[in-house]
């Protein structure tokens, strides 16, 4: 079973999950989408993420994903972001992954995050000071956010109860990828 695990991270913590699920897996290949843009077609299942910035995605995941839907549409994959505000997840993840994305994936989830203010740089001080001033709030500082093991240990379950179930389809029964053709 070949499992590529690839990621998009400004601040670390999507490089940290990345490699917390790698550590579950024989020997998968791993990658920053900084460095490489691999090619997923060689692959048994497919694991990919990103951190958040102002409910986004990064920008190499994006373009990963545009790059490579049709070979991805047909392959069991899972998805996770890095975010730090909890009740925000939901939405994020149904702005920045399309409806067909998150039906064919066996696990989509936030795994948590983390977050230094010593570690911004000054314009995403000022970006932040603009655009999300909850993230310089004295009280935010203090929550000290992580990346959740439980939902790691979570998403990772997700994943063995596919691999075991043995599906010989690439896509969950009933998904709308196992129902019809359409757009990522
Ligand atoms: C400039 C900036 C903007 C952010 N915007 C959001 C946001 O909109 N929602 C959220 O939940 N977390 C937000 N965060 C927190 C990040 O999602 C969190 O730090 C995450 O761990 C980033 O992943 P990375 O370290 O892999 O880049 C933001 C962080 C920064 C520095």
Redesign the pocket.
């Known amino acids: 079973m070949k499992i590529l695990i690839v990621?998009?991270?400004?601040?670390?913590?999507?490089?940290?999950?990345a490699s917390l699920l790698a550590a579950h897996f024989d020997n998968p290949d791993v990658k920053n989408l900084r460095d490489e843009s691999p090619d997923p077609s060689g692959y048994d299942f497919i694991i990919f993420g990103?951190?958040?910035?102002?409910?986004?995605i990064?920008r190499e995941l994006s373009d990963w994903l545009d790059r490579f839907w049709e070979v991805l549409r047909r392959k069991p994959k899972a998805v996770f972001?890095?975010?730090?505000?909890?009740e925000?997840?939901e939405e994020?993840i149904k702005k920045n992954f399309s409806l067909r994305l998150r039906n064919s994936s066996v696990a989509v989830d936030?795994l948590?995050?983390?977050?230094d203010?010593t570690k911004?740089s000054r314009a995403?001080r000022m970006?932040?000071y603009a655009?999300?001033r909850e993230?310089l709030s004295p009280g935010f500082l203090e929550m000290k956010?992580c990346?959740l093991t439980w939902r790691v240990d979570r998403f990772l379950q997700d994943i063995d109860d596919y691999l075991e179930l043995g599906s010989s389809n690439s896509v969950r029964p009933g998904s709308v990828a196992a129902i019809g053709e359409g757009a990522q």
């Open positions: 990621y998009a991270t400004r601040g670390g913590a999507a490089e940290h999950s990103s951190g958040i910035r102002f409910g986004n990064y972001i890095c975010n730090v505000f909890e925000e997840a994020i936030s948590g995050g983390e977050y203010p911004l995403d970006l932040a655009m999300k993230l956010p990346i």
